[in-house]
């Protein structure tokens, strides 16, 4: 007699397909101009490029050490040391992961614990939660409300309990395109000064910031920094999304733990990229100055083909996102308007409300503007005939 194959019980049962797949997917699909899932839709550095197949045919094909090879650490501490003005030590302080999301998920898992809670504000990124969620933990979201998506600091410290063991921030804020200034850091320590929390910060997008004062990292503030990791992404930094390389910086007693998951998670990450990371880094260190410039250009750019249209425009003080709000074009919920604009105008979008948990009663949508100006350019003509 056989047995039906057991079908497992899913840790995650309310979770598909993240929206960034499905979107991307349904343009290709559909044939849309995909503003969706943020990727550039050039290219990075020819030099890097270079770097990658000049290591890869000189035989640097085995396993990398497991927290980064040294010569990226190295040049990864002389690049905060110049943009954040501090030391961190390249051998106890900072870990090499497969991308940003690894980065998340190895913090999150080695602090929580179940029952744990945790703060995030939002809407917030996608992989934040089901971290949370698998470690047994508990999140508790503070809303963050349009236009200027900025915190409120008195719900914040009524969120935390005697249970609050991590803050997950994020800044240049993904969707919101918001970016805080010092002030909230300070604001975030008065609230947890006394507490025994941690504070993960998730700035991938620390280079493409566009506020007058520029982006502030955790790294800037001595007592935060005491107690928090920040997290960090070269995919978003030279444009190569696809390379999955990131890193965390945590004082010696959170990276000891923070790599004791890395190291069964992934391990080590693809030596040849690591190595021409670094040639990258020590050869072009002013490639991370001209990119807030250059990401400039391409939003202002995109804002003024989309003069003419019925979209509000959202302020965007940093990532490569944009948010439109379409209140005057349909009164369509956010996902179905995405879906029509998908597959019936030629674009797509991500709808806000997917990085919320809490419901989202408002019209946005959010675009990336990482591509080629033909490409925004096409999008826009589209978008203005609504
Ligand atoms: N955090 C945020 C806010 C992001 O937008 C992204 C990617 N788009 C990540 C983390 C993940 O970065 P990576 O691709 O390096 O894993
Ligand atoms: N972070 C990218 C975005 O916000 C998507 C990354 C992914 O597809 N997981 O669009």
């Known amino acids: 007699m056989t047995r039906s194959a057991p079908v497992p019980e899913s840790k995650l049962p309310a979770l598909g397909t993240t929206i960034f797949t499905t979107m991307s997917a349904l343009a290709q699909q559909v044939g849309a101009i995909n503003l969706s899932q943020g990727f550039p839709d050039f290219s990075g550095p020819d030099y890097l490029q270079q770097r990658l197949a000049h290591h890869v045919e000189h035989g640097a094909n085995q396993y990398a050490p497991m927290s ?30 497969a991308g940003a999301t690894e980065a998340l998920f190895a913090s999150i898992t080695a602090l929580i614990r179940p029952g744990d809670e945790v703060i995030c504000f939002e809407p917030s990124y996608d992989s934040y939660a089901p971290a949370v969620q698998l470690a047994g933990g508990i999140m508790t979201h503070i809303p963050l409300t349009p236009p200027d998506f900025a915190p409120d600091w008195s719900s914040f410290s009524a969120a935390i309990s005697e249970k609050t063991r991590l803050v997950i921030i994020n800044t240049p804020h993904n969707p919101t395109a918001s970016v805080w200034q010092k002030e ?19 700035e991938v997008y620390e280079h493409i910031c566009f506020s007058q004062q520029g982006h502030y990292s955790l790294l800037q503030h001595p007592s935060l920094r005491e107690r928090g990791i920040v997290v960090s992404s070269f995919g978003k930094t030279y444009h190569m999304t696809g ?16 790599r004791k998951i890395h190291q069964y998670l992934t391990f080590s990450v693809h030596t040849p990229t690591q190595l021409a990371l670094a040639d990258m880094l020590n050869h072009a260190p002013e490639h991370d100055e001209n990119l807030p410039g250059f990401y400039q250009q391409r939003r202002d750019f995109f804002i003024n083909a989309l003069q003419p249209s019925r979209f509000t425009l959202l302020p965007c003080q940093g990532t490569y996102f944009l948010l439109l709000d379409y209140s005057a074009i349909s009164t369509m919920n956010d996902v179905d308007f995405c879906l029509y604009l998908t597959k019936e105008v030629g674009v797509a979008a991500i709808p806000l409300s997917v990085f919320c948990k809490e419901a989202f009663p408002h019209r946005l949508i959010r675009v990336c503007f990482a591509k080629e100006e033909a490409t925004l350019q096409a999008a826009a003509e589209k978008l203005c005939q609504l």
């Open 68 to 97: 980064g090879i040294p010569v990226l650490r190295e040049a990864i501490s002389k690049k905060i040391a110049r943009c954040y003005g501090c030391q961190v030590d390249k051998e106890t302080d900072i870990t090499v992961t």
């Open 184 to 202: 909230d850091f300070d604001a975030l320590w008065a609230a947890i000064a006394e507490r025994p929390l941690f504070v993960l910060s998730d």
């Open 243 to 258: 390379w999955k390389v990131g890193y965390c910086v945590a004082p010696p007693h959170l990276s000891l733990e923070i």
